[in-house]
Structures are given as structure tokens and as C-alpha cells.
């Protein structure tokens, strides 16, 4: 089945630091990956679409000049997280969309737990 | 309209139990209604997903049951094991846009 790798799956970092987390699809090509943030026990929520080649669509509430992203390639999408705080901590999950399949399958990445200290 | 609501918030079944989940949706352009399972630490994998031109499909132990008229559609666990603890989410798109997701419900298989 297809494969979705996110990297790192753990991170800590200071206050004021900024983390880049990677998202790769592996063995097929992903126009459109989503984000996603997830809290303890909650729901996973979505944070912003992205698209390759273009800006990444964010959800209403989601700082776009915060949780900066890149989809340079059709198997890369990297999240951002600038000057983070501890309110960014969270678990932050991956997504795409194998489009060469009819049944439109969305496969997730592993997730990366952030913690801000 | 954009929400999908998902019940129990969490469930506890004896192994080799039935466990049930329910789902409701409001709009009625969402065509596919996939379930997640998700382990701590770990993200979503897909389970089972259904569109609305069937009203039950399964997979192994796994089956949906899918109510159109209603905008109702469950997923039933037959023979649970200890091995299917973990959070379950139900969600739906629409014309393979974004994935709206259910609150999530944490199931517990006692042995």
C-alpha cells in the first residue's frame, strides 16, 4: 500500500526556535498533502492544504505566517512551525492523496509530537 | 453542515464482542465516509470507507453500514480483540476535498 513518511516523529525545542517538519510521499506522487494538529484525546483538525507548485490553503484561525509550508515536489510537503511557543505543542500529522487511484484513498504519515519548553 | 458527529466518545467490549460506532452528517454532498484507526503516537490508517451507492460493505472482521436517508453510517468490530484498543474516527468528503473528521471514539477490548 502507499506509504506516507513524516520526519521527525519527536521534537523539543526552546521557545523562540523554529521546526521544520517533513512529509514524503514514497512510492507515488502527491499534488495535494494536508496538515493537520491534534491534541491530546482530541479530534484531528485541519490546518492547511498543500498544493505543489502553488500557496498552501489555510483553514480559518490558522496563522499562515506561522505554520509556514512548502510543497516543492510532488513527494515533499514541509510544515514550518516559526518561533515557536508552547501553546505549539501538539502532535501534527501528514496527509495525501494517491490521485492515481480512483477510490481517492488519503494515506496519513506517521505524526510528529512537538514539544515547546 | 460541515460536521460529522460521532458516538459513543468511548466503549468498552469483552473480547469476541460486537463494537459499534456511529456516525451522522448533515450535508448531503459528502460522498465518502472512510474509518481511521488510530494507536497513540501514531497517525490515522485507513480501515474501511464506504460511498453512499452502497448501503453495507465489509472487509474481514470490519463491515459499514451506510443509511443515506438517514446521513447515518456505522462501523461494526465483529470477534474484537485486545489487538483493536485504540481511537476510531469516522469522517466524509465531498468530491475529494477535504476530510471532515468525527470527534473520535476510544475503544477499549477487555480479554
Known amino acids: 500500500g502507499a506509504v506516507v513518511s513524516q520526519h521527525p516523529s519527536r521534537v523539543i525545542c526552546k521557545s523562540g526556535t523554529s521546526v521544520k517538519i517533513e512529509c514524503r510521499s514514497l512510492d507515488f506522487q502527491a499534488t495535494t498533502m494536508f496538515w493537520y494538529r491534534q491534541f491530546p484525546k482530541q479530534s484531528l483538525m485541519l490546518m492547511a492544504t498543500s498544493n505543489e507548485g502553488s500557496k498552501a490553503t489555510y483553514e480559518q484561525g490558522v496563522e499562515k505566517d506561522k505554520f509556514l509550508i512548502n510543497h516543492a515536489s510532488l513527494t515533499l510537503s514541509t510544515l514550518t512551525v516559526t518561533s515557536a511557543h508552547p501553546e505549539d505543542s501538539s502532535f501534527y500529522i501528514c496527509?495525501?492523496?494517491?490521485?492515481?487511484?480512483?477510490?481517492?484513498?488519503?494515506?496519513f504519515g506517521s505524526g510528529t509530537q512537538l514539544s515547546v519548553l | 453542515q460541515q460536521q460529522v458527529k460521532q458516538s459513543p466518545q468511548s466503549l468498552i467490549v469483552q473480547k469476541g464482542g460486537i463494537s459499534i460506532i456511529n456516525c451522522a452528517y448533515e450535508?448531503?454532498?459528502?460522498?465518502?465516509f472512510p474509518w481511521y484507526q488510530q494507536f497513540p503516537g501514531k497517525g490515522p490508517a485507513l480501515l474501511i470507507a464506504?460511498?453512499?451507492?452502497?448501503s453495507e460493505k465489509k472487509e474481514g472482521r470490519f463491515t459499514i453500514s451506510f443509511n443515506k436517508s438517514a446521513k447515518q453510517f456505522s462501523l461494526h468490530i465483529m470477534d474484537s480483540q485486545p489487538g483493536d484498543s485504540a481511537t476510531y474516527f469516522c469522517a466524509a468528503s465531498s468530491q475529494g476535498n477535504k476530510l471532515v473528521f468525527g470527534a473520535g471514539t476510544i475503544l477499549r477490548v477487555k480479554s
Open positions: 450535508n448531503t454532498a459528502f460522498d465518502y
Open positions: 496527509s495525501a492523496r494517491d490521485q492515481s487511484r480512483t477510490n481517492e484513498k488519503l494515506f
Open positions: 464506504i460511498r453512499p451507492d452502497v
